[in-house]
C-alpha cells in the first residue's frame, strides 16, 4: 500500500516539475524573441511589449473560440448549471412567483 502512495506522489512531483521546466522554457523564449526584436530588429521597447499584448490577446481570442465551439459537443452531464449549485440563475425570480 505504502509503494502506491509512493509512486503516485512521485508522479504528481513529476508532473509538477515538468509544468515548471515548461513554463521555465516558455518564459526564456519570450525573453529570447523580445531580445530579438528589440536588439537585431531594432523596435522600441514598448514596441515590443505591444506587440506580445497583441499576441496574448489574440491567442486568448482564439482558445476562447475553439473552446465554445467544442462545449456543444460536450455531454450535458458535464455542464455545470446555476440551480444544480444552489445559485439562482438568470430567470429564477419567475419561477419562484416573485414579480
Known amino acids: 500500500m505504502w509503494l502506491k502512495d509512493v509512486l503516485s506522489d512521485f508522479f504528481l512531483l513529476c508532473f509538477r516539475m515538468s509544468s515548471m521546466s515548461a513554463l521555465f522554457q516558455l518564459s526564456m523564449w519570450i525573453r529570447h524573441c523580445h531580445g530579438y526584436l528589440t536588439e537585431n530588429i531594432g523596435i522600441p521597447?514598448?514596441?515590443?511589449?505591444?506587440?506580445?499584448?497583441?499576441?496574448?490577446?489574440?491567442?486568448?481570442?482564439?482558445?476562447?473560440?475553439?473552446?465554445?465551439?467544442?462545449?456543444?459537443?460536450?455531454?450535458?452531464?458535464?455542464?455545470?448549471?446555476?440551480?444544480?449549485?444552489?445559485?439562482?440563475g438568470p430567470l429564477s425570480w419567475k419561477t419562484q412567483g416573485v414579480e
Not at 482558445?63 to 440551480?83: C, F, I, K
Open 45 to 88: 521597447v514598448w514596441g515590443s511589449y505591444a506587440i506580445f499584448a497583441l499576441a496574448t490577446l489574440f491567442s486568448g481570442l482564439i482558445l476562447g473560440l475553439v473552446s465554445e465551439a467544442l462545449m456543444p459537443s460536450l455531454p450535458q452531464s458535464l455542464v455545470v448549471r446555476p440551480d444544480v449549485l444552489g445559485v439562482p
